[in-house]
C-alpha cells in the first residue's frame, strides 16, 4: 500500500499576480487520501489572508520505505511582556546557539518577510546561502507518525512542531527561526537539537501580516545540496511520543486563545482578545520595557560634565582624561573658534528665527557653504540642522517606493532611519563586504536606487572599501553616498575625507559631513553637484522643515574649518596618537585603526559596564558601548583620540586599560 504526500495551495490572483493565501500537507495511506483533501480543502476557504480562487490538491506517492522517523522534539514555551522582549528572548536563545550578529539577524527577518520560503543563512558568517534566494528553501514532506492525526489537523501548533522537528535533524542546521504569517498568531518559536521548541509569544505584533522562517546552516558548503535536499524532499513522520491527542490539544488552547473553533465563517479577529497584549495602564509598557533593559543591562542615563571639551574634562569635582570625545582636532574649545561664535552671536542673535527657506538664512550660512563645498572639491554644499537629518532628509528625498536601498549592515541609525523614511525597499549587504553587495545588486537587477554606506564606521572605526564602492555603484548605475562624519579632520593629509584618504579623484555623488565633530560646532552638511543640491534644497523635508541653524554654531564651524585648512598638522597629530595608542593596546590584540576610533570588544554588555566604571575610578573618561548602538553581546569600550592627547597620558591610560581588560 503506497504511502502519498499530499498537499494543498491556496491562492488568489490580485492585479495579475498571484498572492499565496494558506498550504498545508499531509503523509497518508491512500485510504485516508479523500478524506485528507477534504479537510484540506476546507481549511483553504477559512484563513483570516481571505477568500482563495483557486485551491490545488496535489498527491505524490512516496516509498515508504525511504520515510525517516524523528521524535518530535521537547516542547518549552516563553510568555514575553512584549514583541520586544520576545525578539530579545528569541536572540539569546540563538545566541546560545553560537548566532550571536542580532542586528545582522533582524535584518535578515526583515529579508524573509513576506517569503513563502525559509532563508538559509550561513550560522557563522550569517551570509544567505539559498540558491535561489526569490524562492528560499521550502521544508516540506513531513507529518505526525499515525495516532493524533485527527487532533493534527486543525492544531497550527503540532504542524510547527512537525516542521521544526524535521528542520532540527537536517543534516547541517543548528537552529530555526521562524515567525507566523497569519495575523491572528503572534506566536514564533526558535528551535534547534538541543534546544528543543522554544514557543515565544508574542514575536511580532497581532494583525501584521509578516512572518518569516531562518534556518541557520553550520555544515560544509559543500554539503549544502544534500540539506536543501532533505528539507525539500525527505518525506520524515515525527513521533509526538509522549503527547498524547488530549495534551496537544491542551497546550495549544492554553497558548492559543484566539485559535478559530471549528466554524466556516469563523473571524478569528473578533475572537478573545490576547490577554497577554492588553495593556493593564497606559504607562504599563514603558514600566516593562524600563525594567528589562535594566535587566540586560542596557539601560543608559546622562552623565554632565561641568567642563567644556579638551583633552581634561572635569565631572563633580573630579578630573578625567577624556578618551570618547568626537572633537577630534580640539576645535570645539578653542579660542579663535569660540571668538567668531561670540561675535556672530553678537552681531547676528542667539536664534535664526526662521527655515532657510523662510527668514532663517543668513550670509553665514551660505558662506560656510561655499567654504565647505571648497575644502571637499564638490560644486556646492547644504547645511542642514544636524548631521542626523542630513541623512535621514538626503535619503528620503532621493529614493522612494519602488526603488532599492543598499545599505551597509553596520550604516549609521540616521542612515537607517532615513533609509525606513524613504519607503523604498532596504537590502542590507554584509558589513564592507563588497562581492556581497555585488551579489546582492546582481539579485534587484535594473533597480533604480542607492548605495550608501559610512565612510567611517561610528563604532568599530573601521574604513569602507571606497575604490570598489565607487565602482560597483558606477556599474550598476545607482547613486552612491558615503557619510563622512567621522572621515572629515580625520583622514587624509589635510583632513579631507575618504577621497584624500585613497587619493581619488574619483568621488560618491552625495558626501554628507557633520559640523559636530572634528569640526567642533553643531550642524551636518551634504556636498555635490549643484543638480543633487538644488533638488535638495527643494525636496529635503528635513531642510525645509526644521530652523536654521543659529549664528553662532555656523560661525564657529567656519572659523574651525580655516583652522583646519591652516594648520593640518592637527590632523597629523590625531594620527600619531592613535597609531601610539593602538600599538599601546597591542597585547590585547589590537591593531592600527585608520581613523581616530578605537574600539576594545569585551563582548559582555555587563563586563564593558565595569571596566568603563573601573576605568573612571582611576580618573579614565570612556563609554561603554552596547546594543542597540553595536549588536547584543558585542559591547566594547570605544575609545576616541584627540590631536591634543599628551603622550603620558596614553601611556599610563594605556597600562590600566590593559590591566583591567584583561583580567
Ligand atoms: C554622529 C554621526 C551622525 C550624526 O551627526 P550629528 O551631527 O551628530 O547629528 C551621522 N552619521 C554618523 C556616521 C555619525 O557618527
Request: proline share 4%; aromatic share 6%; charged share 25%.
Given at each position: 500500500?503506497?504511502?502519498?504526500?499530499?498537499?494543498?495551495?491556496?491562492s488568489?490572483?490580485?492585479?495579475?499576480?498571484?498572492?499565496?493565501?494558506?498550504?498545508?500537507?499531509?503523509?497518508?495511506?491512500?485510504?485516508?487520501?479523500?478524506?485528507?483533501?477534504?479537510?484540506?480543502?476546507?481549511?483553504?476557504?477559512?484563513?483570516?489572508?481571505?477568500?482563495p480562487?483557486?485551491?490545488?490538491?496535489?498527491?505524490?506517492?512516496l516509498?515508504?520505505?525511504k520515510?525517516?522517523?524523528?521524535?518530535?522534539?521537547?516542547?518549552?514555551?516563553?510568555?514575553?511582556?512584549?514583541?520586544?522582549?520576545?525578539l530579545?528572548?528569541?536572540?539569546?536563545?540563538?545566541?546560545?546557539?553560537?548566532?550571536?550578529?542580532?542586528?545582522?539577524?533582524?535584518?535578515?527577518?526583515?529579508?524573509?518577510?513576506?517569503?513563502?520560503?525559509?532563508?538559509?543563512?550561513?550560522?557563522?558568517?550569517?551570509?544567505?546561502?539559498?540558491?535561489?534566494?526569490?524562492r528560499?528553501?521550502?521544508?516540506?514532506?513531513?507529518?505526525?507518525?499515525?495516532?493524533?492525526?485527527?487532533?493534527?489537523?486543525?492544531?497550527?501548533?503540532?504542524?510547527?512542531?512537525?516542521?521544526?522537528?524535521?528542520?532540527?535533524?537536517a543534516?547541517?542546521?543548528?537552529?530555526?527561526?521562524?515567525?507566523?504569517?497569519?495575523?491572528?498568531?503572534?506566536?514564533?518559536?526558535?528551535?534547534?537539537?538541543?534546544?528543543?521548541?522554544?514557543?515565544i509569544?508574542?514575536?511580532?505584533?497581532?494583525?501584521?501580516?509578516?512572518?518569516?522562517?531562518?534556518?541557520?546552516?553550520?555544515?560544509?558548503?559543500?554539503?549544502?545540496?544534500?540539506?536543501?535536499?532533505?528539507?525539500?524532499?525527505?518525506?520524515?513522520l515525527?513521533?509526538?511520543?509522549?503527547?498524547?491527542?488530549?495534551?496537544?490539544?491542551?497546550?495549544?488552547?492554553?497558548?492559543?486563545?484566539?485559535?478559530?473553533?471549528?466554524s466556516?465563517?469563523?473571524d478569528?479577529?473578533?475572537?478573545?482578545?490576547?490577554?497577554?497584549?492588553?495593556?493593564?495602564?497606559?504607562?504599563?509598557?514603558?514600566?516593562?520595557?524600563?525594567?528589562?533593559?535594566?535587566?540586560?543591562?542596557l539601560?543608559?542615563?546622562?552623565?554632565?560634565?561641568?567642563?567644556?571639551?579638551?583633552?581634561?574634562?572635569?565631572?563633580?569635582?573630579?578630573?578625567?582624561?577624556?578618551?570618547?570625545?568626537?572633537?577630534?582636532?580640539?576645535?570645539?574649545?578653542e579660542e579663535?573658534?569660540k571668538?567668531?561664535?561670540?561675535?556672530a552671536?553678537?552681531?547676528?542673535?542667539?536664534?535664526?528665527?526662521?527655515?532657510?527657506?523662510?527668514?532663517?538664512?543668513?550670509?553665514?550660512?551660505?558662506?560656510?557653504?561655499?567654504?565647505?563645498a571648497?575644502?571637499?572639491?564638490?560644486?556646492?554644499?547644504?547645511?542642514?540642522?544636524?548631521?542626523?537629518?542630513?541623512?535621514?532628509?538626503?535619503?528620503?528625498?532621493?529614493?522612494?517606493?519602488?526603488?532599492?536601498?543598499?545599505?551597509d549592515?553596520?550604516?549609521?541609525?540616521s542612515?537607517?532611519?532615513?533609509?525606513?523614511?524613504?519607503?523604498?525597499?532596504?537590502?542590507v549587504?554584509?558589513?564592507?563586504?563588497?562581492?556581497?553587495?555585488?551579489?546582492?545588486i546582481?539579485?534587484?537587477?535594473?533597480?533604480?536606487?542607492?548605495v550608501?554606506?559610512?565612510?567611517?564606521?561610528?563604532?568599530?572605526?573601521?574604513?569602507?572599501?571606497?575604490?570598489?564602492?565607487?565602482?560597483?555603484?558606477?556599474?550598476y548605475?545607482l547613486?552612491?553616498?558615503?557619510?563622512?562624519?567621522?572621515?572629515?579632520?580625520?583622514l587624509?593629509?589635510?583632513?579631507?575625507?575618504?577621497?584624500?584618504?585613497?587619493?581619488?579623484?574619483?568621488?560618491?555623488?552625495?558626501?554628507?559631513?557633520?559640523?559636530?565633530?572634528?569640526?567642533?560646532?553643531?550642524?551636518?552638511?551634504?556636498?555635490?553637484?549643484?543638480?543633487?543640491?538644488?533638488?535638495l534644497?527643494?525636496?529635503?523635508?528635513?531642510?525645509?522643515?526644521?530652523?536654521?541653524?543659529?549664528?553662532?554654531?555656523?560661525?564657529?564651524?567656519?572659523?574651525?574649518?580655516?583652522?583646519?585648512?591652516?594648520?593640518?598638522?592637527?590632523?597629523?597629530?590625531?594620527r600619531?596618537?592613535?597609531?601610539?595608542?593602538?600599538?599601546?593596546?597591542?597585547?590585547?590584540?589590537?591593531?592600527?585603526?585608520?581613523?581616530?576610533?578605537?574600539?576594545?570588544?569585551?563582548?559582555?554588555?555587563?563586563k564593558?559596564?565595569?571596566?568603563?566604571?573601573?576605568l573612571?575610578?582611576?580618573?579614565?573618561?570612556?563609554?561603554?558601548?552596547?546594543?542597540?548602538?553595536?549588536?547584543?553581546?558585542?559591547?566594547?569600550?570605544?575609545?576616541?583620540?584627540?590631536?591634543?592627547?599628551?603622550s603620558?597620558?596614553?601611556?599610563?591610560?594605556?597600562?590600566?586599560?590593559?590591566?583591567?581588560?584583561?583580567?
Open positions: 500500500m503506497p504511502l502519498f504526500n499530499l498537499r494543498m495551495h491556496a488568489r490572483t490580485d492585479r495579475g499576480q498571484e498572492v499565496h493565501i494558506s498550504g498545508a500537507e499531509r503523509i497518508a495511506w491512500d485510504s485516508s487520501l479523500p478524506d485528507l483533501a477534504h479537510d484540506l480543502c476546507q481549511r483553504a476557504l477559512v484563513h483570516s489572508r481571505g477568500l480562487d483557486a485551491v490545488y490538491i496535489t498527491a505524490k506517492a516509498n515508504p520505505e520515510v525517516l522517523h524523528y521524535p518530535a522534539l521537547a516542547v518549552h514555551s516563553y510568555e514575553e511582556k512584549d514583541v520586544a522582549s520576545g530579545a528572548r528569541a536572540l539569546t536563545l540563538l545566541a546560545s546557539q553560537g548566532i550571536d550578529d542580532s542586528r545582522r539577524i533582524l535584518a535578515l527577518l526583515e529579508e524573509a518577510r513576506e517569503k513563502r520560503g525559509a532563508l538559509l543563512v550561513d550560522a557563522r558568517s550569517l551570509e544567505r546561502l539559498e540558491r535561489d534566494p526569490r528560499g528553501v521550502r521544508a516540506s514532506c513531513m507529518d505526525l507518525e499515525g495516532g493524533i492525526r485527527k487532533i493534527a489537523q486543525k492544531v497550527h501548533f503540532v504542524e510547527a512542531l512537525i516542521l521544526a522537528s524535521k528542520v532540527a535533524h543534516p547541517g542546521i543548528c537552529a530555526e527561526l521562524c515567525l507566523s504569517d497569519d495575523p491572528d498568531y503572534v506566536t514564533g518559536y526558535v528551535a534547534s537539537k538541543s534546544l528543543g521548541y522554544c514557543r509569544t508574542p514575536l511580532k505584533p497581532l494583525g501584521s501580516p509578516f512572518g518569516g522562517r531562518i534556518f541557520f546552516y553550520e555544515g560544509d558548503k559543500s554539503d549544502l545540496d544534500d540539506c536543501v535536499h532533505f528539507l525539500e524532499e525527505q518525506p520524515v515525527i513521533d509526538m511520543g509522549a503527547y498524547t491527542s488530549q495534551q496537544a490539544k491542551s497546550i495549544e488552547k492554553s497558548l492559543l486563545p484566539s485559535q478559530a473553533p471549528d466556516l465563517h469563523a478569528t479577529r473578533n475572537h478573545e482578545p490576547h490577554s497577554s497584549l492588553q495593556r493593564p495602564d497606559k504607562w504599563a509598557y514603558l514600566e516593562q520595557k524600563l525594567e528589562s533593559l535594566r535587566e540586560q543591562h539601560l543608559r542615563s546622562i552623565d554632565p560634565l561641568s567642563s567644556g571639551p579638551g583633552p581634561y574634562v572635569s565631572k563633580q569635582g573630579k578630573r578625567y582624561l577624556l578618551l570618547s570625545s568626537n572633537d577630534y582636532l580640539g576645535l570645539a574649545n579663535r573658534v571668538a567668531q561664535a561670540a561675535k552671536l553678537k552681531t547676528y542673535g542667539t536664534g535664526s528665527g526662521g527655515s532657510r527657506l523662510t527668514s532663517g538664512s543668513l550670509c553665514l550660512h551660505t558662506a560656510l557653504e561655499e567654504s565647505l571648497r575644502f571637499k572639491g564638490k560644486e556646492s554644499c547644504l547645511l542642514f540642522a544636524t548631521g542626523y537629518q542630513a541623512n535621514v532628509g538626503t535619503i528620503q528625498a532621493l529614493c522612494g517606493k519602488g526603488d532599492v536601498i543598499f545599505s549592515a553596520l550604516n549609521h541609525a542612515i537607517i532611519d532615513g533609509c525606513r523614511l524613504s519607503g523604498a525597499e532596504i537590502v549587504y554584509a558589513h564592507n563586504d563588497m562581492s556581497d553587495l555585488e551579489a546582492k546582481r539579485e534587484h537587477p535594473g533597480a533604480h536606487g542607492l550608501v554606506s559610512d565612510a567611517v564606521f561610528s563604532m568599530d572605526g573601521d574604513l569602507l572599501n571606497f575604490p570598489k564602492f565607487l565602482e560597483i555603484a558606477r556599474r548605475d547613486l552612491s553616498m558615503v557619510d563622512e562624519a567621522h572621515a572629515t579632520g580625520v587624509g593629509a589635510h583632513g579631507r575625507g575618504i577621497e584624500e584618504y585613497y587619493g581619488l579623484s574619483d568621488s560618491a555623488d552625495v558626501s554628507v559631513g557633520t559640523l559636530s565633530k572634528a569640526l567642533g560646532s553643531e550642524g551636518g552638511f551634504v556636498v555635490g553637484s549643484q543638480r543633487l543640491i538644488t533638488y534644497r527643494n525636496c529635503a523635508r528635513s531642510f525645509i522643515f526644521s530652523t536654521a541653524l543659529s549664528p553662532a554654531p555656523v560661525a564657529a564651524a567656519h572659523a574651525a574649518l580655516n583652522i583646519l585648512e591652516a594648520e593640518p598638522w592637527r590632523v597629523e597629530r590625531l600619531d596618537n592613535t597609531r601610539l595608542f593602538c600599538s599601546l593596546l597591542a597585547p590585547l590584540g589590537q591593531v592600527l585603526s585608520p581613523s581616530a576610533i578605537v574600539p576594545v570588544l569585551l563582548y559582555d554588555e555587563a564593558a559596564l565595569r571596566c568603563a566604571a573601573e573612571a575610578e582611576r580618573g579614565i573618561f570612556v563609554q561603554a558601548i552596547r546594543y542597540p548602538s553595536v549588536a547584543r553581546g558585542r559591547a566594547r569600550l570605544r575609545f576616541a583620540l584627540r590631536s591634543d592627547h599628551e603620558d597620558d596614553l601611556i599610563r591610560a594605556c597600562s590600566w586599560i590593559l590591566e583591567l581588560c584583561q583580567k
